[in-house]
């Protein structure tokens, strides 16, 4: 084999490691918080708290220069109108581990629930639109107390990513969320 034939393959396999950790290797971190006293009891009703809104992160295209690529810092995130399934996706999961998940909006007081789940999301726009945040927040059933909370964050480098999902992070937050 030559020298240059050589070095093709190298090349390609390189090209191909660095596509499979920036596929594989770039899913985002999720970091779960819980009270020091909070117990995870066995949960039966839960109250979502459906978002009014998503918050959405505009597409801004990087520099090119001779030398790199440059990744321009995010604009602030704006209010957008809901973007996604979330609220429906969190009640599936729920229901999936035995807790019965009902809808709503904040203005409702529920009543009869041992769990009130809040959520946040924020997108932006990557050939589609793809989850950057999401935190999930379990209230006391009175409304009063934040019992633990979730959060997912897209990977640093936001150029190269899984294509996040509720469907894909979500069941990974609420297990974290209800782990005893």
């Given amino acids: 084999m030559s ?3 050589i070095g093709k393959v190298v090349s390609l396999k390189l090209t191909l490691y660095i596509i499979i950790i920036g596929l594989n290797g770039c899913a985002g971190t999720i970091n779960t918080v819980k009270k020091t006293d909070f117990a ?10 459906s978002a009014e809104n998503s918050q959405y992160i505009k597409f801004k295209f990087g520099v090119i220069t001779p030398f790199a690529y440059i990744v321009l ?3 602030p995130a704006q209010k957008h109108e809901v973007i996604g399934n979330t609220g429906i996706v ?3 999961e729920l229901e999936k581990k035995g807790i019965h998940a009902q809808i709503g909006n904040k203005d409702t007081t529920p009543e009869g629930f041992d769990l009130i789940v809040m ?6 726009w990557d050939f589609k639109k793809v989850l950057d945040k999401l935190e999930i927040v379990f209230i006391s059933p009175d409304g009063n107390e934040e019992l633990a909370r979730s959060t997912y964050n897209i990977y640093q480098n936001k150029e190269l990513h899984n294509f996040p999902t509720p469907e894909k992070e ?3 937050m609420i297990s974290e969320l209800l782990k005893k």
């Fill in 40 to 49: 995870t009891p066995n949960y039966t009703k839960a109250y979502i708290i």
């Fill in 73 to 75: 810092p995010d604009d």
């Fill in 119 to 124: 959520y946040n999301d924020t997108w932006r």
């Fill in 170 to 172: 979500v069941p990974k």
């Fill in 90 to 92: 969190i009640k599936n």
């Fill in 3 to 5: 020298i240059r034939c």
